[in-house]
């Protein structure tokens, strides 16, 4: 079972500290984007809004593919993917990461960021990432125990210790790290705080 997790439109937020912190995200993605080449085509697991979809269709020429478990969050990314003017180039489904196929899904660039967190068994998940993937992939998840001392600080999520419902999983950056060394190789590891950014390469 892919878990749906807790849907927040953190990319346009109002709250200063928020957009002070998605601008670094943002940053890290982008200079990991650039180290990727020019991939033919691309695929976001678990795409929600749209943001990266619509950021990785302006940086490269890449046909992408892109999927979420949530019909509805897919519908917005629709929306938002049509209003930025990449359509022609974008196809959307809903699906889950562990229906993912070498045949349909394969591509040079993957791009999986702020899913795994979400997920039962992100094992299995980082291989069939892993299974899809024939360039580069990128991918992030909240850097703890940081995330949840965050969350605490602000006031939110004290009966939980500051878990943001939803994550099931909890890494510290070496600890993500070393799930996806099991698979890939990592090129490049970025902290933009609160998180854990990583860009690899398949190991074959």
């Known amino acids: ?63 992408i593919r892109a999927f979420d478990i949530s019909s509805e969050v897919v519908r917005e990314a629709e929306e938002r993917i049509s209003k930025a003017g990449v359509a022609e180039r974008v196809s959307l489904r809903t699906d889950s990461i562990y229906a993912l196929e070498t045949a349909r899904d394969s591509a040079d660039l993957v791009v999986c960021c702020e899913v795994l967190e979400h997920l039962d068994d992100p094992e299995t998940a980082v291989a069939k990432l892993a299974s899809v993937c024939t360039g580069h992939l990128i991918a992030s998840v909240p850097r703890e125990p940081l995330w949840r001392a965050l969350n605490m600080a602000r006031g939110k999520y004290w009966a939980d210790l500051g878990n943001t419902p939803g994550h099931y999983q909890h890494w510290s950056t070496m600890a993500f790290a070393a799930m996806l060394e099991r698979h890939f190789e990592i090129v490049e590891l970025r902290q933009p705080l609160p998180w854990s950014m990583a860009l690899c390469r398949p190991r074959r």
């Open 1 to 63: 079972m892919q878990p749906a997790g807790n849907y927040y439109d953190k990319y346009r937020t109002r709250n200063p500290v928020a957009r002070y912190l998605m601008s670094g995200f943002l940053s890290s993605f982008d200079a990991l984007l650039g180290r990727t080449g020019s991939p033919a085509s691309a695929l976001e697991v678990g795409c929600g809004e749209g943001e990266l979809t619509i950021r990785v269709a302006r940086a490269t020429s890449a046909r």
